[in-house]
């Protein structure tokens, strides 16, 4: 929920210190930056790249969660290089798309 979130925080690294117009709820295009944790963070939730890391458990209410952390020895990325090319051919991928998405 967006109580959790440092909505300061996410301008701040994201938007440029820049606050969205009031009542536009996609902030996609406003993005003018991110940063690695996140792009980690989205490929986690992609079931194909779960094997990439290592993951911490922890049960709280009888809901388990599974954890990544990138500066821990017992969780974090299992093998750096394969992600390492992995994300380099998703950005290929998406800028070959977007240039193919243009007119010039």
Request: proline share 5%; aromatic share 8%.
């Amino acid at each position: 929920s967006l109580k959790n979130v440092d909505l300061r925080a996410f301008y701040k690294y994201t938007l440029n210190n820049k606050m969205p117009p009031a009542g536009q709820h996609n902030v996609w295009p406003l993005v003018k930056s991110i940063n690695i944790e996140l792009v980690l963070g989205l490929l986690c939730c992609i079931p194909m790249y779960r094997d990439y890391f290592k993951w911490e458990v922890h049960s709280r209410g009888g809901v388990e969660h599974r954890i990544s952390r990138h500066m821990s020895a017992s969780a974090g990325i299992i093998k750096p290089d394969n992600l390492s090319s992995e994300i380099h051919m998703l950005i290929g991928v998406s800028l070959r798309t977007a240039l193919n998405n243009t007119s010039c």
